[in-house]
């Protein structure tokens, strides 16, 4: 699996992984997975904001859950030293959609990151997901997506 080539083809250039902004660590392998904190989605190096169904559409919301993803793919990068060859499935995705109290196609935004890593790391990257919606997330941000990787030994 060529991840990098497969970014390239995407064009898709990782960013560097984001500190954490609080008392928490970005990724903690254990029992065999990385669990990979929540990240949250950055455009042109800007916080994507807002409330989808309010002052955000469903394109804006789906194109955020993608931009979350690209940063779980740098935290993934980060925490394996390079090394992608070592995740050998997307197990899972709990994203978190900031959204009007009568918007009900979280799903649909979540979908922007779950394509990209179907994309990516192909039926791997096929996983189970969550995709809730809630009324406010840290600094604003219009998505949060958190993960659960399987990892092959080292």
């Known amino acids: 699996m060529q991840i990098d080539a497969k970014l390239a083809e995407l064009g898709l250039t990782l960013p560097e992984a984001a500190a954490p902004v609080a008392a928490y660590l970005p990724a903690v392998e254990v029992g065999g997975l990385l669990h990979i904190s929540g990240q949250l989605p950055f455009q042109d190096g800007q916080l994507m904001t807002g409330r989808v169904g309010e002052d955000r559409d469903l394109d804006y919301g789906a194109e955020a859950a993608r931009r979350c993803a690209v940063m779980l793919?740098?935290?993934?990068?980060?925490?394996?030293?390079?090394?992608?060859?070592?995740?050998?499935?997307?197990?899972?995705?709990?994203?978190?959609?900031?959204?009007?109290?009568?918007?009900?196609?979280?799903?649909?935004?979540?979908?922007?990151?779950?394509?990209?890593?179907?994309?990516?790391?192909?039926?791997?990257?096929?996983?189970?997901?969550?995709?809730?919606?809630?009324?406010?997330?840290?600094?604003?941000?219009?998505?949060?997506?958190?993960?659960?990787?399987?990892?092959?030994?080292?």
């Open 73 to 154: 793919l740098a935290q993934i990068r980060k925490a394996l030293g390079g090394d992608f060859q070592r995740v050998e499935r997307i197990v899972k995705l709990g994203v978190f959609v900031n959204s009007a109290a009568d918007f009900t196609d979280q799903a649909k935004v979540a979908n922007g990151a779950s394509e990209l890593m179907a994309a990516i790391f192909g039926d791997s990257g096929k996983h189970a997901r969550s995709a809730v919606g809630v009324a406010v997330l840290p600094l604003g941000a219009v998505v949060e997506i958190d993960a659960i990787v399987a990892l092959r030994d080292a």
